[in-house]
């Protein structure tokens, strides 16, 4: 399944929590961000690994992000 699509239903499902409009598009900014730093096209959900949301995270630290 292609990442955009889990994207998009993941945000359907998160609608029914109620949250607000602004936290939904942060969501989908953020998981956005982190499919073009994989810079895989297109991105298969299947293909992603640990190690690829890991080396996201150390990518954002040594930008000066806290965790």
Request: net charge positive; no cysteine.
């Amino acid at each position: 399944m292609r990442f955009s699509i889990a994207l998009d239903g993941y945000l359907i499902a998160k609608q029914s929590e109620n949250l607000s409009a602004k936290t939904l598009s942060m969501a989908r900014w953020h998981l956005t961000k982190f499919a073009r730093w994989l810079d895989r096209d297109p991105l298969e959900l299947e293909s992603l690994k640990p190690l690829d949301v890991r080396g996201y995270l150390v990518f954002q630290r040594e930008r000066g992000l806290s965790a």
